[in-house]
């Protein structure tokens, strides 16, 4: 059986490497630094992050992580999804849609206004999921 729960100081050695495989999916390399903040953040809560571990059995399958703020549309916060991450042994559990039901819990404790997120568009199988959990927006995505 799958559950959720917040990520811990304790579980950084389980988590590296659904952190590296999320990763390598989008061909990402975060520096040391950037990986060791982030860890660091999503335990304490800092900067309004916050993150959670889906797993099983066997251990962790799946992560979360997101990160709230303050947003111009609203006196509230919103909750951005960040990362989401299921390993391959891990997919077809249901531990994704676990996650996203504990963004969304976590969002609601808080009182946020929106959770939102995005992904690649050829992300067919994570896009399945979030097809049945949220609503595709017409905004695109600019960065610099």
Same mark, same amino acid.
């Given at each position: 059986?799958?559950?959720?729960? @917040?990520?811990?100081?304790?579980? =950084?050695?389980?988590?590296?490497?659904?952190?590296?495989?999320? +990763? *390598?999916?989008?061909? +990402?390399?975060?520096?040391?630094?950037?990986?060791?903040?982030?860890? =660091?953040?999503?335990?304490?809560?800092?900067?309004?992050?916050?993150?959670?571990?889906?797993?099983?059995?066997? $251990?962790?399958? $799946?992560?979360?992580?997101?990160?709230?703020?303050?947003?111009?549309?609203?006196?509230?916060?919103?909750?951005?999804?960040?990362?989401?991450?299921?390993? %391959?042994? $891990?997919?077809?559990?249901?531990?994704? =849609?676990?996650?996203?039901?504990?963004?969304?819990?976590?969002?609601? %404790?808080?009182?946020?206004?929106?959770?939102?997120?995005?992904?690649?568009?050829? +992300?067919? @199988?994570?896009?399945?999921?979030? *097809?049945?959990?949220?609503?595709?927006?017409?905004?695109?995505?600019?960065?610099?």
């Amino acid at each position: 059986m799958t559950t959720v729960r @917040p990520i811990r100081a304790a579980d =950084r050695d389980a988590w590296l490497p659904l952190w590296r495989g999320y +990763n *390598d999916f989008y061909r +990402n390399e975060p520096a040391d630094e950037v990986t060791q903040t982030t860890f =660091r953040r999503l335990c304490e809560g800092a900067d309004g992050f916050f993150g959670l571990l889906a797993e099983d059995d066997e $251990g962790p399958v $799946g992560l979360a992580h997101a990160v709230f703020h303050p947003a111009t549309w609203t006196t509230g916060t919103y909750c951005y999804l960040e990362d989401l991450f299921v390993s %391959r042994g $891990g997919r077809g559990s249901g531990a994704g =849609r676990l996650l996203m039901e504990g963004v969304y819990a976590e969002a609601d %404790r808080r009182g946020a206004d929106r959770v939102y997120w995005h992904t690649q568009q050829y +992300n067919a @199988p994570a896009r399945s999921l979030y *097809d049945t959990v949220g609503h595709a927006t017409s905004f695109v995505v600019y960065r610099r």
